[in-house]
């Protein structure tokens, strides 16, 4: 029988490279899975319905609402966002860790249903950085960089919330840290006792 895996909530303002960050653990890291949220927000250049979000109108992000179907919604920037409450519990019955990207809205709502859920915050190594940082992108105009730089204060203040801390100022040691996080969370004592019950058996008898 599998394991059950960890949820896992990573949270930072924008441009902290949140997304980057997690898109490299996936591809490095067996049995992580992201977990694909439903969002009322416009598709940008280059994003895949299915692959990125699952791009739906308000009306039908309402209607799974009302059917209780998300672990957690957030409205962010005049959009809304939801978590497939199935989904994810699907995935961690079989034995994968899930990561949700999601705000500290999301992230309180989660360990408030899922007290196990493990918190990580991501934040850039300056205010100079995280400017450049949304600049750079090129996807936005001036009004939503202004935006999401006023709103970033208020984000980051909710740090204190999560249970890790990472600072995003080299890639790969940001990376590493996020690795390790998920390695011990695998080493714990109760999933050991359970992944390696016959040898602790065996080794008692």
Same mark, same amino acid.
Request: aromatic letters at 6%.
């Given at each position: 029988? =599998?394991?059950?895996?960890?949820?896992?909530?990573?949270?930072?303002?924008?441009? =902290?490279?949140?997304?980057?960050?997690?898109?490299?653990?996936?591809?490095?890291?067996?049995?992580?899975?992201?977990?694909?949220?439903?969002?009322?927000?416009?598709?940008?250049?280059? $994003?895949?319905?299915?692959?990125?979000?699952?791009?739906?109108?308000?009306?039908?992000?309402? =209607?799974?609402? %009302?059917?209780?179907?998300?672990?957690?919604?957030?409205?962010?920037?005049?959009?809304?966002?939801?978590?497939?409450?199935? &989904?994810? %519990? $699907? =995935?961690? +019955?079989?034995?994968?860790?899930?990561?949700?990207?999601?705000? &500290?809205?999301?992230?309180?709502? +989660?360990?408030?249903?899922?007290?196990?859920?493990?918190?990580?915050?991501?934040?850039?190594?300056?205010?100079?950085?995280?400017?450049?940082?949304?600049?750079?992108?090129?996807?936005? *105009?001036?009004?939503?960089?202004?935006?999401?730089?006023?709103? #970033?204060? %208020?984000?980051?203040?909710?740090? +204190? $919330?999560?249970?890790?801390?990472?600072?995003?100022?080299?890639?790969?040691?940001?990376?590493? $840290?996020?690795?390790?996080?998920?390695?011990?969370?695998?080493?714990?004592? #109760?999933?050991?006792? *359970?992944?390696?019950?016959?040898?602790?058996?065996?080794?008692?008898?």
């Amino acid at each position: 029988m =599998a394991i059950k895996g960890t949820l896992y909530t990573v949270s930072a303002p924008s441009g =902290a490279g949140k997304t980057s960050l997690v898109n490299a653990l996936i591809r490095e890291t067996d049995r992580v899975q992201v977990s694909v949220s439903h969002t009322t927000r416009p598709m940008r250049p280059g $994003e895949r319905d299915g692959v990125n979000y699952h791009f739906v109108d308000e009306g039908r992000f309402m =209607a799974m609402l %009302e059917e209780s179907a998300f672990l957690e919604h957030a409205r962010v920037f005049d959009n809304y966002y939801g978590t497939s409450k199935q &989904w994810v %519990e $699907e =995935a961690l +019955v079989s034995g994968n860790d899930v990561i949700l990207e999601i705000d &500290w809205q999301g992230a309180t709502q +989660v360990r408030r249903l899922l007290p196990d859920s493990v918190g990580i915050f991501i934040l850039p190594p300056s205010h100079t950085a995280l400017k450049e940082r949304l600049t750079s992108r090129g996807q936005d *105009d001036e009004r939503v960089i202004a935006q999401r730089i006023a709103e #970033a204060k %208020e984000e980051i203040s909710h740090y +204190v $919330e999560a249970d890790y801390l990472v600072i995003n100022e080299q890639f790969d040691t940001a990376l590493a $840290e996020l690795r390790a996080i998920v390695t011990c969370g695998r080493l714990t004592l #109760a999933k050991q006792r *359970d992944r390696h019950r016959q040898l602790l058996q065996d080794l008692l008898s």
